[in-house]
């Protein structure tokens, strides 16, 4: 099936940094891709929809100019937290959506645990 | 705004025990309905369903929607402690291209 690679899986930081985190799709074209964040044991919770070079478009409550987002190819997708404090600690993930060869059509990264000092 | 609501939000059982986990769901213009399945780190897919009353089954686990009833299960036969995780069931609308709504997840024990 396809993949989606993420990196960093995890990183820490302190606070007042900004962390770019990564998603590439690395057999497919991604048109869309979409960031999640999750907090333990609750559900992944979409943020934004990013298209290749256009805008993302952002879920109500999440703030753009913090968490900015860059689709600048088909195949790579950057989320930037800027100016990270401890309450941005979370699990990021990634996703994609591509032509599978079953039903699946949303590939998911393998995440990233930020954890903000 | 759609909705997904997945019951019980927790459950511990003993391996051999069979499981249904329930998803519910309000979506506008409704294109499918998906299982996936996470332990530590990304999701993984299970199924997708989109027409009502067809069972969808891989191994011990199988799935079937209600599109009248708004309404999914998902059934684990002779689990295992392999099965523990958490249980994720999202929705996509039409015309959404993936943007998909998920529910809060089942979190899922298999003692041995």
């Known amino acids: 099936g396809a993949v989606v690679s993420q990196h960093p899986s995890w990183v820490i930081c302190k606070s007042g940094t900004s962390v770019k985190i990564e998603c590439r799709s690395l057999?497919?074209?991604?048109?869309?891709m979409f960031w999640y964040r999750q907090f333990p044991k609750q559900s992944l919770m979409l943020m934004a929809t990013?298209?290749?070079?256009?805008?993302?478009?952002?879920e109500q409550g999440v703030e753009k100019d913090k968490f900015l987002i860059n689709h600048a190819s088909l195949t790579l997708s950057t989320l930037t937290v800027t100016s990270a404090h401890p309450e941005d600690s979370s699990f990021y993930i990634c996703?994609?959506?591509?032509?599978?060869?079953?039903?699946?059509?949303?590939?998911f990264g393998s995440g990233t645990q930020l954890s903000v000092l | 705004e759609d909705k997904v609501v997945q019951s019980p939000l927790s459950l511990v059982v003993h391996e051999g025990d069979t499981v249904t986990l329930n998803c519910s769901y309000e979506?506008?213009?409704?294109?499918?309905l998906l299982w996936y399945k996470q332990e530590k780190k990304a999701p993984t897919f299970l199924f997708m369903l989109?027409?009502?009353?067809i069972e969808k089954k891989s191994g011990r686990l199988s799935s079937i929607l209600d599109k009248k009833e708004l309404f999914s299960i998902l059934n684990i036969t002779a689990t295992q402690t392999g099965d523990s995780a958490i249980y994720l069931c999202?929705?996509?609308?039409?015309?959404?291209?993936?943007?998909?709504?998920f529910g809060k997840g089942t979190l899922l024990t298999v003692n041995p």
């Open positions: 979506v506008t213009n409704f294109r499918s």
């Open positions: 999202a929705v996509e609308p039409g015309g959404s291209n993936y943007k998909l709504t």
């Open positions: 057999d497919f074209q991604a048109t869309t």
């Open positions: 996703s994609a959506s591509g032509t599978g060869g079953t039903n699946e059509k949303l590939f």
């Open positions: 989109t027409s009502s009353g």
């Open positions: 990013s298209n290749e070079g256009s805008k993302a478009t952002y």
